[in-house]
Structures are given as structure tokens and as C-alpha cells.
């Protein structure tokens, strides 16, 4: 069995609440609960825990995401058709943009 190994890209990303149960906790709209934070960031934890508490969702914790960025509807559908242009879907994404960074240092970025 061969063993793999997760390479996580950066330190910042998305905190979520998860309930007790481990749901991830969104809204009617299906919006998920989260905050844009760096990794460990105690106080970030705290505000998306009290948050939880005045929607009455007593317990749970936050999961960290990295990588992971708040995007509004007009956001989605550029990345949704950008997906279906064949193209990677966030023109922001951290790992895109670090292999796109070491192509162009090697010399063999192709547009």
C-alpha cells in the first residue's frame, strides 16, 4: 500500500463551523458559516464560535481550510464558466499560481 502525504499550500484560508454531529453548519440559502483567517488564528476561532452560539447551535468546532476564499454569486459563475472553458476555475488559487510561478522560472510556461 503506498502512503500519501497532503502538501498543504498556505496558511491562510476558511474556518467553517461544524456541529456536534460534524455537519457543516450553512443557511436557508445554503450559505456555509465561516470566516476568512490564517491557520490557528485562536481569535478568529473564538468570533465563528460565538456566531454559531447566536444562531443556537451550541457546540461544535471549526475546521480550517486552506487555501479556501469567501467568493459572492458573480464570483461563482466566473469560476463555473471558467471550469467549463477547461480553465482552472479560481484565477486565484494558490497552487495554480505557484506552478504557474515555477513554469515561468523554468522557462516552460505555455498560455
Avoid at 502525504?5 to 443557511?27: A, F, H, P, S
Avoid at 468546532?61 to 487555501?67: D, E, L, S, V
Wanted: hydrophobic share 30%.
Amino acid at each position: 500500500m503506498s502512503k500519501v502525504t497532503v502538501v498543504q499550500e498556505t496558511n491562510m484560508g476558511l474556518y467553517i463551523w461544524k456541529d456536534k454531529e460534524g455537519r457543516t453548519v450553512v443557511n436557508e440559502n445554503g450559505d456555509v458559516m465561516n470566516i476568512a483567517s490564517e491557520q490557528f488564528d485562536e481569535g478568529k476561532i473564538e468570533l465563528l464560535r460565538q456566531a454559531a452560539v447566536k444562531f443556537g447551535i451550541e457546540g461544535g468546532y471549526a475546521q480550517f481550510r486552506p487555501g479556501a476564499r469567501q467568493i459572492n454569486d458573480e464570483q461563482l459563475q466566473e469560476q463555473l464558466e471558467r471550469r467549463d472553458q477547461g480553465l482552472v476555475p479560481d484565477p486565484y488559487d494558490v497552487g495554480e499560481s505557484k506552478d504557474v510561478m515555477e513554469q515561468i522560472k523554468n522557462g516552460t510556461y505555455r498560455q
